[in-house]
């Protein structure tokens, strides 16, 4: 199998997570969808470890992997921080800095 | 059989992320996403990254997804959510996108087709281990000392506060 083709999943895979992010309004979609822009980048760095015999890409999608659950943990207390506040989590309403 | 694999696995995984884009259900999303991410795992085994594979699926497909689902459960909004009205978002955006994607699909013309790893034990654990702890030390000492900081901030954000 050719690496050019999993270079060219982990672009669909990341264009579409960003369309989705775009064209979502709930908080907890648009997340997914950051997680989903962050395993395409992930499959692309795997690709390039094989395609370039090199290892340390491995290391970086670990990397990579670890700050995600650590986002995600963070990310999600806050949505449910806003939850408890406005009582609900659409991202048009979350416009308290708007002048 | 390798190539039957990866079009399977990545017809999956664009299936189910199409799908979490039509879908407003949260719940729905949070699952079509764990599909997302075990069939990732199966092409990061394609990929000779036995360990990567393992730790997608533990972490993203198991605890992530775990956390997702918690929040959802714990927000409980009853209504779906209605369709953006500004139709002129949805064509800036899908413009945007389409620019990002033919410009990248430019990149990628440039990259060798062939790959050079072919041994078998490219991608071992114990390989993968062994550079962690000697070249990658200083950053794997820090990823911890991030995960502590990201649970007390999350435990501190999440707490109620008391009268």
Known sequence: ?99 | MATFLFYLLSIITVASVVAMIFSRHQAHNALLLAVAFTSLGGLFALLQAPFIATVQIIIYAGAIMVLFIFVIMMIDLRQPFPPLRKKWVFALGALLIVVIFFELIMVIKSFPTASKATNLDFGHPASLGKLLFSKYLYPFEITSILIVAAMVGSLYLARRKER
Do not use: C, H
Not at chain 1, 77 to 97: F, G, P, T, W
């Open chain 1, 1 to 99: 199998m050719s690496p050019v083709a999993f270079f060219i999943l982990s672009l669909l895979l990341f264009t579409l997570g960003a369309l989705a992010f775009l064209f979502k309004r709930d908080l907890i979609t648009q997340f997914m969808a950051i997680e989903i822009m962050l395993n395409a980048a992930n499959l692309a760095l795997v690709a390039g470890a094989k395609t370039w015999a090199s290892l340390d890409s491995q290391v970086v999608v670990f990397f990579v992997i670890t700050v995600a659950a650590a986002e995600a943990a963070v990310g999600l207390a806050i949505i449910l921080l806003i939850y408890r506040q406005k009582k609900n989590i659409r991202s048009e309403e979350i416009n308290l800095l708007k002048g």
